[in-house]
């Protein structure tokens, strides 16, 4: 089973940017029909915030809509999400996972990487 982990995250300044990385071990990103960031903020369940399917159509969730990039790099095996703008409310830890094979199934969830956004 190819598994996603997420990494980059780190502390930040209100209207700053980060990047961070999902990257595949075990095959390739293309075994997923499509792959999501996900974050988990203090008192809310994970969220979705943006997706890209396997062809590269990239949708982001409305909380973080002209803010947020995903895109991603199938030669790298690489799926990334740029996040400008940042706000306190941007504070989480953010995940990548994928839906894969017939049922579209999620993957097992990795460890996230926590972004802290202060001033």
């Known amino acids: 089973q190819v598994h996603l982990e997420a990494s980059g995250g780190g502390l930040m300044q209100p209207g700053g940017s980060l990047t961070l990385s999902c990257a595949a071990s075990?095959?390739?990103?293309?075994?997923?029909?499509?792959i999501g960031w996900y974050r988990q903020t203090p008192g809310r369940q994970r969220e979705l915030v943006a997706s890209?399917?396997?062809?590269?159509?990239?949708k982001t969730e409305d909380v973080v809509k002209g803010r947020f990039t995903i895109s991603r790099d199938s030669a790298k095996n690489m799926v990334y999400l740029q996040m400008n703008s940042l706000e306190i409310e941007d504070t989480g830890v953010y995940y990548c996972?994928?839906?894969?094979?017939?049922?579209?199934?999620?993957?097992?969830w990795g460890q996230g990487t926590r972004v802290t956004v202060s001033s």
């Open positions: 996972n994928g839906a894969y094979g017939d049922n579209w199934s999620l993957g097992s």
């Open positions: 075990g095959g390739s990103i293309n075994n997923f029909h499509v």
């Open positions: 890209i399917t396997r062809h590269a159509t990239p």
